[in-house]
């Protein structure tokens, strides 16, 4: 898919929702899009690896951790099984670690920082709610699209491949 979300503001600004600036940059794909998949989790990644188990073939993980800065919630298997899934990307709320490995694999991945602490492994969590972070919500099946300009997100499509 070939955007810059900097011309999205721009053509769509009235559709649009920005992100606010605080997330960085990790995975291999610097940019990305796809249909929002949600899960809300604090300090537990298993439910996170169950969803990035099913096909994600257009489509992004946003990733509610809460904004904890305590644990990484994605490393590399996570990343990986994204990948060979199919996913376009991840965001997440939280943290990564593998930050050497997950720059090498082709996924979108932004996140507010990296931290090498993994987390506990409870199952706890919920799946496809909205989610609210970086001063906007994020619905399932809205849209999202992310590169080195930003986040916005979109009720529907604004581009196809």
């Not at 199919?86 to 996924?107: H, K, P, S, Y």
């Amino acid at each position: 898919m070939n955007f810059q979300t900097a011309h999205l503001c721009d053509h769509f600004f009235k559709k649009i929702k920005v992100a606010n600036p605080i997330f960085r940059s990790f995975g291999g794909r610097a940019t990305f899009s796809g249909q929002i998949n949600t899960v809300k989790v604090y300090d537990d990644c298993l439910l996170v690896q169950e969803i990035v188990n099913q096909p994600g073939q257009g489509k992004v993980l946003v990733v509610d951790g809460g904004g904890s800065l305590r644990c990484a919630l994605v490393g590399k298997v996570i990343a990986q099984l994204a990948a060979d899934k199919g996913w376009e990307g991840i965001i997440v709320d939280g943290c990564i670690r593998d930050v050497a490995t997950l720059a090498q694999m082709n996924i979108g991945i932004k996140a507010l920082n990296s931290y090498p602490l993994s987390n506990t492994k409870n199952g706890r969590g919920d799946h496809n709610v909205p989610v609210t972070f970086a001063g906007l919500t994020f619905f399932p099946k809205h849209y999202v699209y992310a590169d080195a300009d930003g986040i916005i997100v979109a009720e529907s499509q604004l581009v196809s491949d």
